[in-house]
C-alpha cells in the first residue's frame, strides 16, 4: 500500500489543466481565430459544451471498468492486441504532439527572449529538465502541478485584468464572426484543444476512486474552457481580427500592449515566467506518460531504464523539422485530428464493451 | 495510516526518508541522487551569461526614430541615442553630466534593420530599441505610404508597441535634431511627457504604435498620428496669426487651438512642437486637423480627457470666457443606414469649469449659466459638423471609427466586408447632440466689477 502512488482530484485537476493550458501560450487563441474570426469565444463555449459531452460519454466506459485505465480497458475488452493498438497509439500520437511543442516553445523563446542561442542550446534546457522530473517520478510532478499551476493561473490573470483598460467591445462584432457554419461545424474540429485529455484516461489507477476520476475530469474541463474563454475574450477585444490573425503568439502580445503609466509596463517578463514554467511542466508529464504508456503498453516492468532513451529519442525528433513555419504547418494537423484519440478511441473501446459485454456488473462478477 | 492535509502530502513528496504515513516511493539510490543533483545543478552554469548575454553598457539605447525619404530613392534614417554619462546624475550641475544628452545620427538605407546594422560600424555600442519612445516619419513619406515600415516594426520584438507616432512636417531629422530640451536631462522623457501632453491639453492625438498599426488595418476605422514640426517663428522675427486655420472656419479671429504644428504663434530657442493631427487612409496620410479639430476626433473616440478652451463672450464680442472642458463618459454613438448611406448619431457628455469671465458679466449666477451652456454647446456644435464634414468630405476617412458602431448592423464577417464601410462613409449623414453642463465657477462665485470699468465697458458696445 505504502509504494502505491495515490493523488487527489484537486492535483489531477491541476495537472490536466496545464497539459490543455499550456497550448495558451503558444498558439491555440490564433487557431480559434483563424477559425471563427472575432467569435472565437463563441466557438470557445461551443468547444467547452462539446467536451462536457464528450466527457459524459467516456465517463461511461470507465464506470464499466472502475480504477483501470484505458490501456488496461483495452486489455480487457479486447486482448492483448487491443491492449498494444491502444497503448502504441497514445505513445505515437503523445510522441508527435511533444515533437510539435516542444519545438514550439524552443523557437518561441527564440523569438521572444534568447534570439542568439542556437536552438539546440535552448532544447537542452527542456530536457534536462525534462528528464529530472522523469526520475523523480509521477507524485512529485503532480504535486508540484498543485504547487506551481496555481501560481501560473494567477500570473495569466493578471495578465489579462492589467489588459482589460485596452480592450474594445466592438472588436467582437459582427457576432458570429467567419459565420455560424465556421464556428459549428468547421470549428467541431477544434475540440482537439482538448486532446491532452488522453492523460486522465490514463490517472485511473492513481485517483482513489471512480467518483475522484470523474470530478478530476469535468473541473479540468471547464477551468481549462474558462481560461481558453477568457483568453478569447480579451485577446479579441484588444486585437481586432484583421491584426490578431497575425499574431505569432496571442498571450504575449497581450502581456506587451499593458501599459499602465510608467510603472506598469514591459509586463511579457511575468509572461516569460509564466510561459516556462508552464511549458516545462508541460513537456515533462508528457514525456513521463508516454514513458509510462510504452512500459504499460509492452508491460515493461521498470520505467527509470527508458527515460535516457526516450529523452534523445523526443530531442532529436524535435529538432527534426527544419523551421518554424514547417511546425505550424504541423500544428494544423493536430488542431484537425486531436480531437480523435482524445474521443473517438474510447467511445469505440465503449461500443465494443457493450457489445461484447465486458466490463460493468460482469466484471464485477468476475 | 495519518491522514495528510492537502498541502501536506504536497510538499511531503520531496523527502527522502521512507515515512509510513506518505503513499509514495521515495528516491531508489544515492547514485541516482547524484545524478538528479548534478542535472539540476548544471541549469545554474548558463546564469552566469550565455548567448544573448547583453550588459547594459554595453548597449547604445534609442530614444527616438525618424523616417525621411532618402536623397537615393531609399529611405534616410535618423536615430536620437541617449548618451547615458550626460543624463545620469552626479555631474556637477546636479542633473546630468553637462555635454549634449544625445547623439544624432542619420543613415541612408532601403529597410530598418539593415540601417540599424550599418550605424553598428561606427557606434562602438550595439544598438537597442526597446527603450525608443518615438517613431517620427517626416510629411513627405507618409503621404507615399508607411505600411512597409509599420510591417517591419511590427514584426521587431524590440521596438515598444507603445511608442509614439508621429509625423512631421519638417523632416524627421530636423525634428530630431532639434529635441534638445532644456527641462529635461534626458530626452526620451521629454518624449514620453510632451507626446501623452494630450491628457490635459486635449488639442494632440497622443497616438501610439499599436493602436496605429491596428487602425492602418482595420476595415472600421483609420489611422492618425501626432503631428509635429519645428516652429517657423525665429526668437527675432515678428510673430503672426496668418497661418492659423481659423478663416477655414469661418471665425472672426484665431483661437489658440486654431493652430498646426510649426505655426504656433510664439517665440522660443526650443524649436520642435506638436499640435494637431495627421490623417491618414489605410497607411497614406491624407491630411491633418488642427487643434481644436483633434480635441473633437478625442472626444468622439472617447479619448478627451480635459483642456482648456476659450468663447467668445456672447454679449461682449471682444471678451473671452474661458472654460476647463472635461468629458464626462464615452460618446455615445448609434449607425444606421437609410438607403445604403450612413445616419450617425452622436451625443457628447461634457461638463466645464470656468476659468475666466473677461467681461465681468454675471453668468455664474443660477438663473444665467444656462446661458452660457447653451451658447458653448452651439459652438461646439458648429465646429464638430466642421471636422466631421473635413473628414467625410475632403479626407474620406473615418478615423472616428464610426465603423466599429456599424458593425452591430451585420452579423457575419462577410457581411462586413461587403458592406465596404470606407466606401460608404464619405455619404454619410451626422446628428450630433452636445450635453454641457458648467458644474463649478472656480474659487469666485460672483464678479464684481468696479463702477468706473463698468460704464466703460457698456460704453464700448
Known sequence: MHDKIIFGSRDAMWLMMNMVCAKLALNAIRVLEETAGNASWLLCIYLIILANIGLFLVFKLFERFPGKDIIDIAYEVSGSPGRIIV????????????????????????????????????????IICMVIACFFGLEPLVRLHSIIIPLVAVLFSLILMLSLPQCQFENLLPVLGLGA???????????????????????????????????????????????????????????????AI????????????????????????????????????????????????????????????????????????????????????????????????????PLILLIISILFRKGGKQNAQT | ?????????????????????????????????????????????????????????????????????????????????????????????????????SLPTTIETHSLPVGLNVINTYLSRQLSLSDAKAIVFSEELAKEGIGQYLHSIARNREFRPNMYVVVSKTSAEDYIKGVVPKLEANPSKYYELNLTSYKYNGITPGTTMHNFYFDSESLSIQPVAILASINKFAPDKEMNLQASTYKEKNKPYPFMQDFTAGNIPRKSEFGPEIMGSAVFSSDKMVGELDGE?????????????????????????????SLNIKQNRKPSIKVKLADGKPIIDIKLDLEADILSIQSGENYELPGRIGEVESYVSGVI??????????????????????????????????QWEKMNWHSIFPYSKFNPEISLKIRRPGLIIRTVVPNSSQKSGNASQ
Open chain 2, 293 to 321: 479639430e483633434t480635441a473633437y476626433y478625442l472626444m468622439l473616440i472617447g479619448r478627451y480627457n480635459y483642456a482648456n478652451w476659450s468663447f467668445t463672450d456672447p454679449k461682449h464680442l471682444n471678451s473671452f470666457i
Open chain 2, 1 to 101: 495510516m495519518r491522514k495528510l492535509s492537502h498541502w501536506q502530502s504536497v510538499f511531503g513528496c520531496f523527502s527522502t526518508q521512507k515515512t509510513n504515513c506518505r503513499p509514495f516511493k521515495p528516491l531508489d539510490s544515492h547514485w541516482q541522487r547524484i545524478i538528479i543533483l548534478v542535472l539540476v545543478l548544471s541549469l545554474f552554469m548558463p546564469l552566469a551569461g550565455c548567448y544573448d548575454a547583453r550588459e547594459i553598457d554595453d548597449l547604445a539605447y534609442v530614444m527616438a526614430i525618424g523616417l525621411d525619404k532618402g536623397d537615393s530613392g531609399f529611405i534616410k534614417m535618423t536615430l536620437q541615442i541617449a548618451i547615458p554619462k550626460n543624463i545620469s546624475g552626479g555631474g556637477e550641475k546636479g542633473g546630468g553630466g553637462g555635454g549634449e544628452a
Open chain 1, 181 to 243: 457554419d465556421k464556428i459549428f461545424l468547421g470549428g467541431t474540429l477544434k475540440l482537439s484543444i482538448f486532446q491532452e485529455l488522453t492523460f486522465l484516461f490514463l490517472l485511473p489507477p492513481f485517483l482513489v476512486s471512480f467518483n475522484k476520476f470523474k470530478s478530476a475530469g469535468y473541473k479540468f474541463i471547464n477551468l481549462s474552457g474558462f481560461f481558453y474563454l477568457s483568453l478569447c475574450l480579451v485577446f479579441g477585444t484588444i486585437f481586432p481580427y484583421s491584426a
Open chain 1, 246 to 345: 497575425e499574431s505569432i503568439i496571442p498571450v504575449y502580445s497581450v502581456s506587451r500592449v499593458i501599459f499602465w503609466g510608467r510603472l506598469i509596463q514591459r509586463i511579457e517578463s511575468i509572461f516569460f515566467m509564466m510561459w516556462s514554467l508552464a511549458s516545462v511542466f508541460f513537456l515533462s508529464a508528457s514525456m513521463y506518460f508516454i514513458i509510462y504508456s510504452f512500459a504499460k503498453t509492452l508491460k515493461l516492468p521498470y520505467i527509470k531504464p527508458l527515460i535516457i532513451p526516450f529523452a534523445i529519442i523526443i530531442f532529436t525528433i524535435t529538432l527534426l523539422p527544419q523551421r518554424l513555419l514547417d511546425v505550424t504547418a504541423l500544428v494544423e494537423y493536430y488542431y484537425n485530428l486531436g480531437w480523435a484519440p482524445a474521443f473517438v478511441l
Open chain 2, 381 to 414: 456644435k458648429k465646429d464638430l459638423m466642421l471636422t466631421l464634414n473635413k473628414c467625410t468630405k475632403q479626407f474620406k476617412t473615418d478615423i472616428f471609427g464610426f465603423g466599429k458602431k456599424a458593425k452591430y448592423l451585420v452579423w457575419t464577417w462577410d
Open chain 1, 87 to 126: 497503448g502504441l497509439t497514445i505513445v505515437l500520437t503523445q510522441l508527435f504532439v511533444i515533437l510539435l511543442f516542444f519545438r514550439g516553445y524552443a523557437e518561441h523563446t527564440k523569438i521572444v527572449a534568447l534570439t542568439v542561442s542556437p536552438i539546440s542550446f535552448i532544447t537542452s534546457f527542456f
